[in-house]
């Protein structure tokens, strides 16, 4: 019996340091915070660098020149994502262009008579097509040189057509959904997500941002949107930072030298503090019993997206 029982002490103390571990780890992960900092540029095309840290030995780095993105994650100073090309090496280089050059002369060396093995006209017929694929593939990816500032209103737009969309897709009053969006608990849990949402926004924000943006888009409506939602954001700034709109011309140019911080903590108990208000819980219970008549709505809103422009 105090065999059994010195066993089962062993296993609980085991279990106990595993529960130990986890839970260090845990909080680590939730109070550890994560360091970001970049540099950004406008002028036509878009140029970026960008480093996230997380403790001492996870970094995250992106690189955008002249709208190309690059970017890699390293563990411990060692990139593990995404994996490097290997090159081939010199020998191996110059052994294939001894096969091809040996190809070559053999070509050379056959009489008029002859003809070529049926193989070998196969193999070229088989690899050429594959070849200009390849090639097509990146030519394709070099000539991608859209403006970046066309890019951007392209992006707006749609949004503000998929916006449109939807509001009109749930202006029904006798549909389903009206009815749950009509609701108090609805309304009430609208609220509470934006404060959460405006809180997470206002937490992982930069604690410093330095700079100028000009911005300036086909449609004045469109750009004076852009700007109405960035200045929700811009009162911590306004000493440091210049946004200046330009309702004349297509244009963006500016720079900009940003750094702040996230807690995952934090957004951890905002978003738990919402769930566990029970008019929330009971807005969640009411969309998945809309499930099936959402679905509808949605397979609208597919469609005039899919046929949009």
Not at 238 to 263: D, H, Q, S, W
Request: hydrophobic fraction near 40%; glycine fraction near 6%; include cysteine.
């Amino acid at each position: 019996m105090g065999v059994f029982l010195s066993v089962l002490k062993i296993i609980g103390l085991i279990l106990l340091n595993i529960l130990c571990f986890v839970l260090l780890l845990v909080l680590i992960i939730l109070i550890a915070p994560i360091h970001y900092e970049g540099e950004v540029s406008f002028d036509e095309k878009a140029n970026a660098k960008i480093k996230v840290g997380w403790l001492l030995f996870i970094r995250f780095y992106l690189n955008v020149v002249d709208n190309k993105l690059d970017y890699a994650a390293k563990l411990f100073g060692l990139r593990v994502f995404p994996k490097k090309k290997k090159k081939k090496k010199g020998k191996e280089e110059e052994e294939e262009q001894e096969e091809i050059s040996g190809h070559m002369i053999s070509e050379a060396k056959t009489e008029p008579g002859e003809e070529k093995p049926e193989k070998e006209a196969e193999k070229k017929e088989e690899e050429k097509p594959e070849i200009v694929e390849a090639e097509e593939k990146e030519e394709e990816k070099e000539k991608d040189d859209t403006p970046l500032i066309d890019k951007i209103g392209n992006v707006v737009e749609r949004a503000v057509y998929v916006v449109d969309n939807t509001t009109c897709a749930l202006a029904d009053e006798n549909s389903a959904i009206f009815r749950f969006l009509s609701r108090k608990s609805t309304k009430n849990s609208f609220v509470w997500t934006k404060t959460f949402m405006f809180k997470v926004i206002k937490h992982i924000k930069p604690q410093k941002l330095m700079g100028d943006l000009e911005l300036g888009l086909d449609d004045p409506a469109v750009t004076g949107y852009i700007f109405a939602v960035l200045s929700q954001f811009y009162e911590n700034y306004y000493e440091t930072f210049t946004l200046m709109p330009n309702f004349e011309e297509k244009t963006i140019k500016g720079k900009a030298y940003f750094n702040g911080r996230i807690v995952l903590g934090y957004i951890v108990v905002k978003a738990l503090r919402l769930y566990l208000r029970k008019q929330f819980r009971q807005f969640i219970k009411n969309a998945k019993a809309l499930k099936n008549d959402t679905m509808k709505n949605i397979e609208k809103i597919k469609d005039g997206i899919t046929n949009y422009g």
